[in-house]
């Protein structure tokens, strides 16, 4: 607990929160990285999520394995071994070949294990050689992560100089069979290793091809012995880079050996060796495009230094030995001493600096530190020296940061000294100046302009004032002058970087400490900033003979005066007097009294803040002989007349309970006076003085140098309150106040009615009445006695005025709250209940309206105020059981309308009063249409058959049945609002209810009816799809679908006038109808009349059609003779007769076939030829072809083009023109889609 206690010691103060935090944090943290981890571990490995990706130290961490299962002894030795990387596909041999050329199993036995138990590198140990064995999963991860994985494994283990193999394992077999495509992936994947493998060396190294499994193709074995016979190896050297393809021909180039095998094998022998050289090419074939696809891409890495290919086999007669044999020119005895000299030195030097690092980092801290400590002294020392040049005054509260901030780094500084002891004996001198800087700057940046400003304006300072500022420039911390500043400080600092050799308790007054206020901040200067400089000057500062130290220097020319001294409060006495007597004989105005207390409240200020400052500067003789004793050595003979002053301090503190009664008599008549001009008339005659005197003494007599000074602050309190009333009983002035206008009154917010009720009964009827007990005896003259009682009167018209819009406020504050229709009936019981927010309004205005008696000629203007809220309190008036029998038919006209809300009808029976509105006023008996569907008033609830009653302000409505017993009461007005607001809310949320019902019913009606036909020809011209005229029989009036909907659910709201149909006469201004619903019924009904007569039977559409002249043959010779306009069964011709309009009814519902003809005769030849131009196949075919025709000059012409028969040329086309009045799809158009 002591180390702890210690190390938290050690800890800078300002580096504690942070240290804290950081334990939190780790505290917080370990657990959870714990808690993750154990849970990461229990999770299960399998699944269908993706693999995750290799570890960066995945494989560092297996050959670090394969190192600790080795004895100790042996891992050095181990590391500095040649290493051979073996790659090559999944299935090529890779762990055979390795068996077979390094026999690790015997140094396994030798107790030098290899490592075979990891799935993606298995390290083998052989005598002389590491191998490091690539499973195909790693060799096909083209990862981020298992590059870098390889890339730390290879840097362990060939990062210091071993020599470096790699070889490339191949299955002959798999070289011939697999795709092209597929052995360039794999050549690929290779070379991305051993591109990894160069970089990580930093150059290029040898690389070997094996091929295997050579043993399984027929006369390998025999091609081998034959070699081996002749003593040639089973190595072939590579062609260099860019003839990779001379490796398919590497048998040719041992063809003559296959003479001699001729002689040296049997028959058999040699005929599999024969069938060796014709077929063995393949596998070295596929091997050439192997290795060039290795050698693509030599620009951004080392090419690899192929040096052989291998053969080896099964057999150990037919294969070569020395495939992961490493040459042993590279691992030399001397290679491995400057390796191991090299790595003894280094280690050396690591430890080197690890020892010597800590007594540099003290060091370096401690100069980091100064360095610290030194820009913050100077740039402090800099804003002082600016802020004087620019002429500003530098205060306390301005430096108290930047030397905060420089003590903290010397602070910082002393407490790096604790980290080597050498360091206290070290950069003495300028630790000693910084400290020395830093209390010349707060002197210069804080005490000299205090003095300076003595200097400049010497009526400003008081003498005891600099007495204590000069101590306290010339304090020091080791002096009892300095011991004495530091004792009336309520803090002392606490600075590492100070000695503190003999702390001074507080000797000065206790008492002035603990109020908050000491002599120090009472001369202007800040407690901090003073405790530092004193702590920091040691020895203490002299001020030079030179005239730019003349500001440390006794300011005062002339000798100071105990008259001089006393002059400001004899002079204010002198005049407080002169204020406050003879108030009797002369009495001066109220403006002019109260002018003279103010010019006097500055001067008060000031004395009353000397009376203070005076209880704090009672060690001043002591001050003055540690000043005069002080190594500073300063001449205090030079201050001239300082016994005075003495005199002076010692004078106030004897008589302070004197003065401090006389400057709070004089304060209390200021705000008496204040306090004079808001009375009211009944307050001023009732007040006895001018001021409420305190619990003092009756007279107070202050001696000042020969004179005495007596108040009496009673009697004056009473002489200026008679002189006041003798001032207004002169002048016929009023002492009420200014009088407000009714706008303020009446824009005055905030107040209630029981507030301005408890005014009423507190304030306004007692001072009424005290008024006019204490007028009748006041004996004033008659002309003041009616001007008093003429101000009262407005008074009390004001009040009424705000109390008849205080009513008329509590009255429209009432709001009936049922916003949705699932509230009104919760609301509407709420009515019914013997108490409820209306009978509480009500209640309330009753009580406000009882003000009797309210005799007397003041209160007629409130008598008028009330007398309209007279029928309120009539209803309200409770009977012997506390009932309010006059409101009982108000709330059963609710209950009676709350019950029919509530009441649930059967189905298809609704009540005869409730369908009287909807059915044009008349309850009818007619029985529903056969198809039984709904009218308005089935679709309706309870609540929108009510509220239509209301809004076709039927007499049986229960508005109408309020409002006559509103004027049964005399409720008149806004009055009349709170009782209609319950069925004002029926009847709104009702008129919701009609307008959802009908833009419903609207809309069903129209998606069912309307729009499949507007949709189509000839309501929509453009449209593909057209109205089988039987369709259109919906529209039929007498029996159609649409008007016997419209009769049903339309007609209760609208109704038709002349060719329009309207809203009925009362719903015009109320009732929102759905959008665009009147003006389609009225093109509807337009519609109708012209395709229907009154028996319901179709009528032709009454066309005009007017002949014009024929156009002219097309051809020589030839004449048109006739042309014809036929619709349906309707035809009109035309041959050149006189022009004039001639009618052409259209059988609208049967048109048939529509077309156009024209007649062209030659008279040569006799022969005759039509051109012509149809529309069939319609039902609208004449509106078709009348639409289809072309616009011209007169818009009553219209003209077509017609095409002679087997006319091939534009020759033969010619215009037919018919005059025509009317378009018979205009109704169709104009119905609004």
Not at 933 to 940: G, S, T
Request: glycine share 6%; charged share 25%; proline share 7%.
């Amino acid at each position: 607990m002591d180390v702890l206690k210690k190390l938290i010691a050690f800890i800078p103060p300002k580096w504690k929160p942070y240290a804290l935090l950081l334990v939190a944090l780790l505290a917080i943290g370990i657990p959870l990285f714990l808690v993750w981890r154990a849970k990461r571990k229990s999770a299960p490995a399998g699944g269908s999520a993706a693999p995750e990706p290799l570890a960066k130290n995945r494989l560092r961490k297996v050959r670090e394995k394969f190192l600790a299962g080795l004895p100790l002894r042996h891992r050095v030795a181990v590391r500095d071994l040649p290493g051979v990387v073996v790659l090559g596909p999944a299935g090529a041999g890779k762990s055979r070949l390795i068996e077979l050329d390094l026999d690790w199993k015997r140094q396994a036995r030798q107790f030098l294990p290899s490592l075979l138990t990891d799935s993606l590198l298995q390290v083998y140990l052989g005598a002389d050689v590491v191998a490091q064995e690539v499973s195909p999963q790693l060799l096909e991860d083209e990862s981020p992560q298992a590059r870098e994985a390889l890339r730390r494994l290879w840097k362990d283990s060939f990062g210091g100089g071993q020599q470096t193999l790699a070889v490339l394992v191949l299955d002959a077999r798999w070289l011939q069979d697999t795709p092209p495509d597929e052995v360039r992936r794999a050549a690929q994947l290779m070379r991305g290793k051993l591109n990894l493998l160069a970089e990580v060396r930093g150059g290029a190294f040898e690389t070997r091809v094996c091929l295997t499994h050579l043993d399984e193709r027929e006369g390998y074995a025999d091609f081998a012995k034959l070699l081996r016979a002749h003593h040639v190896p089973l190595r072939f050297p590579l062609p260099p880079p860019g003839q990779e393809g001379r490796l398919g021909s590497l048998l040719k180039a041992q063809e003559q050996y296959l003479a001699l095998g001729l002689t040296a094998l049997p028959v058999e022998s040699f005929e599999r060796l024969e069938r060796f050289y014709s077929e063995g090419h393949a596998p070295f074939e596929a091997l050439s495009r192997f290795v060039t696809a290795l050698m693509e891409g030599q620009t951004l890495a080392y090419a690899p230094r192929l040096a052989t290919v291998s053969l080896s086999s099964a057999d150990q007669d037919a294969r070569d030995p020395d495939v992961l044999s490493v040459s042993a020119e590279a691992s030399t005895a001397r290679a491995v001493h400057d390796r191991y000299l090299h790595t003894h030195l280094r280690r050396a030097v690591l430890l080197g600096l690890a020892f010597a690092l800590p007594l540099l980092a003290a060091y370096g801290h401690f100069a980091w530190r100064l360095g610290q400590a030194r820009t913050r002294v100077q740039r402090f020392e800099d804003m002082v020296q600016r802020m004087r040049d620019q002429g500003q005054e530098v205060s306390g509260a301005a430096v108290q940061e930047p030397v905060l901030a420089a003590g903290h780094s010397l602070d910082s500084l002393w407490s790096a000294m604790n980290t080597w002891p050498l360091l206290r004996y070290s950069f003495t001198g300028a630790r000693e100046d910084l400290r020395q800087r830093l209390a010349r700057g707060i002197r210069e940046a804080h005490i000299r302009p205090a003095l300076e400003k003595c200097h400049r304006q010497p009526d400003t300072c008081r003498p005891e004032q600099v007495v204590y500022l000069l101590a306290t420039l010339h304090g020091s911390r080791e002096e009892p002058l300095g011991q004495l500043v530091l004792s009336s400080l309520k803090t002392r600092p606490n600075w590492s970087f100070v000695s503190e050799g003999g702390a001074a308790e507080p000797a000065g007054d206790v008492a002035a400490l603990e109020a908050g206020r000491s002599w120090v901040t009472a001369v202007g200067l800040n407690e901090s900033l003073v405790a530092d400089y004193v702590t920091m000057s040691n020895p203490p500062w002299s001020a030079p003979d030179t005239p730019e130290a003349s500001w440390a220097r006794w300011p005062f020319p002339e000798p100071l005066t105990l008259e001089a001294q006393l002059m400001p409060w004899q002079a204010h006495l002198r005049r407080l007097q002169d204020l406050l007597a003879n108030r009797a004989v002369e009495p001066r105005e109220l403006e002019r009294l109260d002018a003279e207390l103010e010019a006097m409240q500055d001067e008060r200020r000031r004395l009353q803040a000397l009376l203070d400052d005076s209880a704090r500067f009672t060690s001043l003789p002591r001050a003055l002989e540690l000043l005069a004793a002080s190594e500073a050595r300063v001449d205090t003979s030079r201050f001239r007349g300082i016994p005075s002053t003495l005199k002076t301090v010692a004078w106030i503190n004897d008589h302070r309970d004197a003065l401090t009664n006389v400057l709070r008599m004089e304060e209390e008549a200021y705000l008496g006076v204040k306090a004079v001009q808001k009375m009211t008339v009944a307050e001023l005659l009732v007040r006895d003085g001018l001021w409420l005197p305190g619990n003092g003494p009756a007279v107070l007599q202050v001696p000042v140098l020969q004179s005495t000074f007596e108040f009496r602050p009673k009697d004056g309190s009473r002489l200026l309150h008679q002189a006041l009333l003798r001032y207004h009983e002169k002048t016929g002035r009023l002492p009420f106040g200014v009088v407000e206008g009714e706008e303020a009154v009446a824009s005055r917010g905030g107040a209630t009615l029981a507030a301005d009720r408890l005014e009423f009964d507190t304030r306004l009827r007692p001072l009424v009445d005290e008024f006019t007990t204490r007028i009748k005896g006041a004996g004033l003259p008659v002309e003041e006695v009616s001007q008093r009682q003429e101000h009262v009167r407005r008074k009390v018209n004001q009040f009424a005025f705000q109390y008849r819009n205080r009513l008329f406020q509590r009255v429209s504050t009432y709001r009936f709250q049922a916003v949705i229709p699932a509230l009104l009936a919760e609301e509407l019981s709420r009515l019914t209940q013997p108490s409820s927010e209306l009978v509480d309004m009500l209640r309330d205005v009753a009580q406000g309206v009882a003000l009797e008696p309210l005799d007397g000629p003041f209160y007629e203007s409130l008598r008028n105020a009330v007398a309209p809220f007279k029928p309120i309190a009539t209803v309200m008036k409770p009977d012997e059981t506390g009932n309010y029998t006059a409101l009982n038919p108000y709330r059963a006209l609710v209950a009676q309308m709350s019950d029919e809300l509530n009441a649930v009808p059967r189905p298809g029976v609704v009540p005869a009063e409730a369908t009287a509105s909807l059915n044009g006023g008349l309850a009818t008996g007619t029985a529903q249409p056969a198809s039984g569907a709904a009218r308005l008033p089935e679709l309706l609830t309870p609540l929108g058959r009510l509220a239509f009653a209301m809004m076709m302000e039927d007499d049986t409505s229960y508005l109408r049945k309020v409002d006559a017993w509103l004027d049964q009461q005399g409720l008149i007005g806004e009055l009349r609002q709170p009782f209609r607001q319950p069925f004002l809310a029926v009847r709104e949320l009702g008129q919701r209810e009609i307008e959802r019902t009908l833009e419903r019913q609207w809309d069903d009606a129209s998606s069912r009816f309307l729009r499949p036909l507007l949709n189509r020809y000839p309501f929509t011209p453009d449209a593909s799809q057209e109205v089988d005229p039987g369709d259109l029989e919906v529209l039929r009036k007498q029996d159609g679908a649409f008007w016997e909907f419209v009769t049903r659910v339309l007609a209760p709201v609208c109704e038709e006038r002349g060719s329009e149909w309207v809203a009925r006469g009362a719903l015009q201004s109320r009732l929102s109808l759905p959008q665009g619903m009147l003006p389609t019924l009225g093109r509807l009904s337009r519609l109708a009349r012209m395709l229907w007569d009154t028996e319901g039977r179709p009528r032709p559409l009454l066309l005009q059609v007017m002949p014009l002249p024929l156009p002219k043959a097309p051809m020589q010779g030839s004449f048109v003779t006739l042309g014809s306009l036929k619709c349906g069964k309707t035809t009109f011709l035309a041959y050149n007769q006189s022009p004039a309009w001639q009618e052409f009814p259209l059988a609208w519902w049967d048109q048939q076939t529509a077309s156009l003809m024209l007649e062209v005769r030659a008279p040569a030849d006799q022969s005759v030829q039509y051109a012509s131009l149809e529309k069939s196949r319609s039902a609208w075919s004449c509106f078709r072809l009348l639409e289809s025709s072309q616009s011209t000059e007169d818009p009553q012409h219209r003209r077509w083009s017609l095409r002679a028969r087997g006319a091939q040329s534009t020759d033969g086309v010619m215009d037919l023109r018919f005059g025509l009045k009317g378009e018979p799809w205009i109704p169709f158009r104009e119905v609004p889609r």
